[in-house]
């Protein structure tokens, strides 16, 4: 199993509300990353969680708060989101699959749209 | 910061061959990847070569580093209409990615 899932695949948001975007993945993977990819743009690092801690914060606004539960799982609570905020948010896994060495594996996104 | 550089876009006809080109800066990078995105969806990994690798080849896909040049290449031989993709090259390590801008291969009949 080399997946990642990511939920919702859709999501539209009001300023004002809260959720929160989720990434599972079952490979035993120890770091896991989440990025934000704007229309015909290469995706950009937001975060990395390395054994449940993070590790890396690309300055992102504190109005992303990641979370990462257990191994497995990683989520991202969205809160006072602004319309630039719209974007397809990527997970990826980090880990050695069946190309025999370390590799990101990605998940197909959230497309986040904030009114 | 490391760079990567590719050109934004690439038309071919189905059944000939691509090829994207893209250079890079990092000369650290282990290895070197290609990663495709077709519309809507995630990052699919395609390939990656091993930064002392001159080519490896992996059915309809080529790969060629110059390693001197810091120049990396992707062949797709015999492109179909589902191939139609952004195709990303990225150096770095599996830990660290430096994306290139993406090129969008448009297919036609």
Redesign the interface.
Known sequence: DTE?T?TPKHLVMGMTNKKSLKCEQHMGHR?MYWYKQKA????E?MF?YSYEKLSINESVPSRFSPECPNSSLLNLHLHALQPEDSA?Y?C?S?GQGE?G?????????T?LTVL | GEDVEQSLFLSVREGDSSVINCTYTDSSST?L?W?KQEP??????LT?IFSNMDMKQDQRLTVLLNKKDKHLSLRIADTQTGDSAIY?CISG???K?T????TRLQVTL
């Open positions: 990642v990511q770091a015909k743009k290469p995706p690092l990395v397809l990527l990826a980090v190309v060495t370390d590799t990101q594996y990605f998940g197909p996104g497309r | 290895y990847y990663y809507g969806a995630g990052l699919q990994l990656y990303f390590t599996a830990s990615l994306f290139g801008t993406g």
